[in-house]
């Protein structure tokens, strides 16, 4: 027998004893798949401020046969967010074998070492466990760990980013002090998310006025091409600023823990591995991706110093002016009520109100201030300055026009605007004291009606008044009560204009009372089943109390900030994880609510109340300490 002839037969016996091994293969029963109930997370050493992933994970035959998931005890966690379920599924000669896995995100609440118990399902009738997992919890940041799963799967965070990125723009980069600029954060993706979002870090915005606009509760996505390559599309915040420092200012990035899904890839070469790495028979494997977006970069200009009008306080945007007075005909000592109206677009709140000048003759009171604000696409909307005067001489007056002046990028020049003139007849008032007299100032009317009294003749009335003691209680009374009245008033006066004086104490002293306030709006707001509204609410109210009570400026004010400083306080850092916690859940559900309505809701309106108390408690004791 030839040599060739010898290759040829052992080179066909091969290929048969192959093609026999894939078919034995293919034609085995779903039933002598095992199954098997495992746990993992994708680190063991965690920090105490940090969150990490674990995951329970069947594999079988049949993922239909799996039921009642009941999860181990998280005794030492919080539960971020969980379970989040995923599956992934083979078909094999007619059977169906796959995975089914519930993941939870945990973060510690104190340092130490703990043991997560086991989880259990049941498949077909017979219980299933897990073994138990420790967990090592240090203080700090300890060396992260590869995502779980990255080392089989042939990924690398370099071919995620490349595929899975957030991108940060704003609609203008350079601009005047004051200007609106809107920062958008966009979600670009290529491959499937396994769960929801989690939020790692907010970004700052140093040296600028935020105000947060408002999006639909669940990210919708859409197609888009970017760089020659197709992405789904989600927004996932935007935001109105208005710079209020010159020069180069940064807008800090936003991070995110986003688990991603990745085909996993068997290793070998040879023709059996090379059949199952086709894309049918690929499983899928959940890594947990810390995706950043870019640095926003904003160079403000000062707005020009030339034809300045006199009336200009700093308004920057585009307004209208209107007003309306209520009558133009009235008695002296009649009240009259003067609405103003500013409307447009830019930082409404920022409005100061317009000087006005009234006639002699008349008192103008402090007046009554409304707003209403427009979050949708830019920031927008209206104040209202409703001013009592009461006019105190009769005659025609003339009460002149104001004046309001802003700054208009669009037309790059100062704008001033004016509201008409009224010409007010206001007659004689009626009775006689108080009578007003044409020609005089309010400070030169006198009571003449009472000047003069007649002399009384008659002494009917008249009777001799006993003797009394000058010196009784009487006398007392009237000569301390005044003086213990006065200190009073005296103290309350001192204590007031301390805090005027002192805006720090006086946001101090009212960052309490102005977290109640919220949280009741949030409370209605929770009570009508409006998602958005409440955790938008809610997540001012707790930056606001941050912002008062720790004395930082509003366009400073970040959760790190924050957190440092509550540290520098020596507070609890169980209470500081607590509330690190509750901020980064409700700034999450901002834009990507739980879908659970008004339990999630209920939850978290009962979790931030407890801390703002404690918080209270702590940092009241830390201030008389």
């Known amino acids: 027998m030839s040599l060739e002839r010898l290759n040829a037969e052992t080179r066909f016996g091969l290929v048969r004893k192959m093609r026999l091994l894939l078919t034995l293969t293919l034609m085995m029963p779903a039933s002598l798949f095992s199954q098997t109930f495992t746990a993992s997370v994708n680190n063991t050493t965690v920090g105490l401020n940090e969150q990490f992933q674990i995951s329970f994970t069947f594999s079988g035959p049949n993922v239909n046969g799996a039921s009642d998931f009941n999860q181990p005890n998280f005794n030492g966690f919080t539960v971020v967010s969980g379970p989040n379920q995923s599956s992934s599924m083979q078909f094999i000669n007619g059977s169906v074998s796959g995975s089914m896995t519930y993941t939870y995100y945990l973060q510690p609440k104190s340092i130490g070492r703990f043991t997560i118990g086991s989880a259990t399902i049941d498949y077909n009738g017979r219980p299933m466990s897990t073994d138990p997992l420790t967990i090592t919890v240090v203080k700090g ?35 005047y002090l004051g200007q609106q600029v809107i920062v958008t954060y966009k979600l670009y993706t290529r491959l499937p998310i396994a769960s929801q979002l989690q939020v790692s870090k907010l970004p700052s915005y140093e040296g600028l006025w935020a105000e947060e606009i408002n999006l639909p509760g669940l990210i919708t996505f859409t197609t888009e091409v970017y760089k020659g390559k197709e992405y789904r599309v989600g927004v996932l915040k935007r935001v109105a600023l208005f710079p209020s420092q010159l020069g180069e200012l940064s807008v800090t990035p936003m991070v995110l823990d986003i688990p991603v899904q990745v085909r996993q890839k068997r290793s070998g070469g040879d023709v059996f591995n090379q059949f199952f790495n086709d894309p049918f028979f690929n499983s899928y494997q959940t890594i947990d991706y810390k995706a950043t977006s870019n640095t926003i970069k904003l160079h403000v200009r000062p707005l020009p110093a030339k034809n300045v009008p006199k009336s200009f306080a700093g308004a920057v945007g585009d307004y209208t002016l209107t007003s309306q007075l209520d009558t133009t005909g009235a008695q002296a000592n009649e009240p009259m009520t003067w609405k103003i109206k500013l409307s447009g677009e830019g930082n409404i709140q920022l409005l100061d109100m317009p000087t006005i000048n009234l006639p002699q003759g008349f008192d103008q009171y402090q007046p009554k201030t409304s707003q209403q604000i427009n979050r949708d696409g830019t920031i927008s909307g209206s104040k209202t300055f409703d001013y009592l005067v009461v006019p105190r001489v009769s005659g025609k007056k003339v009460i002149p026009p104001i004046e309001f002046s802003y ?12 509201t008409p003139s009224y010409t007010v007849d206001i007659r004689p008032g009626t009775g006689g004291t108080g009578t007003e007299t044409a020609g005089y100032s309010k400070e030169g009317i006198k009571v003449l009606g009472e000047d003069i009294r007649y002399i009384m003749t008659s002494t009917n009335d008249l009777h001799r008044m006993g003797t009394s003691d000058v ?19 005296v103290s309350y006066k001192r204590r007031h204009d301390k805090l005027a004086g002192n805006i720090q104490l006086l946001r101090y002293r009212q960052a309490e009372k102005i977290a109640r306030s919220r949280f009741k709006n949030a409370k209605v707001l929770m009570e009508a089943g409006n998602e958005t509204g409440f955790y938008a609410e809610t997540s001012q109210a707790l930056f606001g109390y941050l912002e008062d009570k720790l004395h930082i ?4 004010i970040s959760l790190d900030r924050a957190v440092e400083d509550l540290r520098a306080r020596d507070v609890d850092p169980g209470l500081i994880a607590s509330l690190k916690d509750s901020i980064e859940k409700c700034e999450f559900a901002r834009f990507a609510p739980p879908g659970n309505g008004t339990s999630a809701m209920s939850g978290m309106y009962n979790e931030l109340s407890r801390v703002i108390i404690e918080l209270e408690r702590s940092l009241s004791v830390k201030k008389h300490a």
């Open 141 to 175: 940041t300890p060396k992260k760990a590869a995502p779980a799963g990255q080392g089989n799967t042939g990924v690398t965070t370099q071919d995620i980013s490349d595929n899975l990125f957030i991108l940060a723009t704003a609609d203008k980069s350079d601009i």
């Open 407 to 418: 700054f208009s990028p669009a037309r790059n020049s100062y704008v001033t605007l004016s």
């Open 471 to 489: 010196f009784g209680a009487g006398f007392w009374t009237a000569t301390f009560l005044p003086l213990i009245a006065l200190t009073g008033l």
């Open 553 to 556: 400026p509003k366009s400073e």
